[in-house]
């Protein structure tokens, strides 16, 4: 019996493999990203007063953002009045815009409070907003631990901020 392999492709995602194109500065890189400039280079979409709007460098799957607070903390419950209201505009905002460049059917939107909880980064805590779609759900992620993403960050970048230029006038 002859098994045909389809491959997948998605480059950006063998520089957090290898850890060579892509190396996590020292200190925080949630804290490093928040000084420099927006655009695609950083992946920061928008920003409030207190949180920011960013792509996830290696998404679990297209349109995969995060919003992230500015001051560093990894204690949610430390997060002011202020603070939570800006994450939480931020988190709708984001939702519209996938809703508008993605065409989204729902989302998983959430964090992950500690390296036992299974956060990647859990000195600065972040929500994820993870996009989905009716039938995302295949054999891939279940039977073989893998993700499948099919547009480029650079692409997808530029695709979210219109989005997000042009609900920032709607309510929807």
């Not at 709708?92 to 500690?114: C, D, S, V, W």
Request: net charge positive; glycine share 8%.
């Amino acid at each position: 019996v002859t098994v045909r392999r389809q491959k997948l492709w998605a480059p950006w995602r063998l520089a957090y493999i290898k850890n060579s194109d892509w190396k996590k500065p020292a200190g925080c890189i949630l804290c490093t990203l928040q000084e420099q400039a927006d655009g695609p280079g950083n992946l920061i979409l928008d920003r409030s007063a207190l949180a920011y709007l960013i792509m996830n460098r290696f998404p679990y799957t297209n349109g995969h953002l995060m919003v992230v607070p500015k001051r560093h903390t990894a204690d949610f419950a430390s997060l002011t009045a202020e603070e939570s209201a800006d994450v939480m505009a931020l988190l709708q905002k984001g939702t519209r815009a996938l809703e508008r460049a993605y065409r989204t059917h729902g989302f998983n939107i959430g964090m992950n409070l500690g390296r036992v909880a299974g956060a990647g980064i859990d000195e600065h805590l972040h929500f994820h907003i993870v996009p989905r779609w009716n039938g995302d759900t295949n054999f891939m992620p279940v039977l073989a631990d893998v993700n499948v993403v099919n547009d480029h960050l650079e692409t997808a970048y530029h695709g979210l901020r219109e989005a997000l230029l042009e609900g920032a006038g709607s309510s929807k």
